[in-house]
């Protein structure tokens, strides 16, 4: 039996809750910027409104400011897109305990066993947009397919809100006109020797020889020809799968240079003291050589 699987993609996530909590930043273009004051701000994330300016995320701050002049920066609020990550997730997983997070914004379900329970694909990703949507207060973009590939990549397609369908009967239609870096782990490595052969579109890589590909990218080559053809197999892992945190960590862009070794010092005693509390805070023990 063929699979049903989604990919939901929150849009604009970190624009959108913190528009969500300042509504004076509504209808403007909002750019959530790395430290505005620091020297190396880069934009982490934009609204739509920013966007149209041409903003893009990892413009550094002055080329955002004057793509777009009344452009409001804000800091990021990473509790906040954990807390709305986290109700959205408890969403997904009223619908199948198959979910499986990509990052704090999207995440694959697979529905196989459910379709019975809440009816076929499309109804259950109208569902899930129209309960993140009232219940979250953002939207949504939701993939259907019958395998993860092609599911992320319908969530891409239709921006914002909206549910995209792609089945095996049509996705040759739908699918391979795209540019191939739509596909995910094209990355831009990749994607410049995808071109330098003459493969601009995701048909271009269903039809190039594998061989050729395998002496190109290697297995790589080999993965992403099955995934042009839709032949992804991977499964969406269970929900009880993530969560295991192996590393807690911390960084800052120091407003200055660091010269001395007191600078030195007390900046790193900052990034250890806010480390050690959120170990704390996890209920981890340290380990007594750093005692
Ligand atoms: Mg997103």
Redesign the pocket.
């Known amino acids: 039996m063929e699979r049903v699987i989604l990919h939901s993609?929150?849009?604009?996530?970190y624009a959108s809750v913190e528009c969500l909590y300042n509504p004076s930043l509504r209808g403007k273009p909002v750019a959530v910027a790395g430290d505005p004051e620091a020297r190396h701000g880069i934009v982490l994330a934009k609204n739509y409104e920013a966007k149209a300016c041409g903003v893009a995320t990892g413009n550094p701050l002055w080329m955002a400011k004057q793509k777009c002049p009344d452009i409001i920066f804000v800091p990021p609020h990473y509790d906040l897109y954990m807390k709305y990550s986290q109700i959205a997730k408890e969403i997904y997983s009223e619908y199948t305990d198959q979910v499986e997070p990509y990052g704090l914004?999207?995440c694959w379900l697979d529905v196989t066993g459910s379709t019975h329970l809440f009816g076929d694909g499309r109804r259950i990703a109208n569902e899930l947009r129209k309960r993140i949507k009232f219940e979250l207060g953002v939207t949504a973009s939701v993939g259907v397919s019958y395998n993860k590939i092609f599911a992320k990549l319908g969530s891409d397609m239709k921006k914002p809100d909206a549910t995209t369908i792609i089945t095996s009967d049509h996705f040759r239609d739908v699918v391979w006109p795209l540019p191939v870096n739509d596909l995910l782990y094209v990355g831009r490595a990749t994607h410049n020797k995808l071109k330098r052969y003459g493969i601009h579109t995701i048909g271009d890589l269903a039809q190039a020889d594998q061989k050729l590909l395998q002496n190109m990218l290697g297995q790589n080559g080999l993965m992403l020809w099955m995934f042009a053809n839709g032949l992804d197999t991977s499964p969406v892992s269970n929900i009880g799968a993530k969560s295991l945190i192996k590393s807690i960590g911390n960084s800052t862009t120091a407003p200055r240079d660091l010269i001395t070794d007191e600078d030195i010092r007390i900046t790193l005693m900052v990034l250890c003291e806010s480390v050690s509390s959120r170990m704390r805070e996890y209920g981890f023990d340290i380990h007594p050589a750093f005692e």
């Open positions: 993609d929150l849009n604009n996530f914004d999207e």
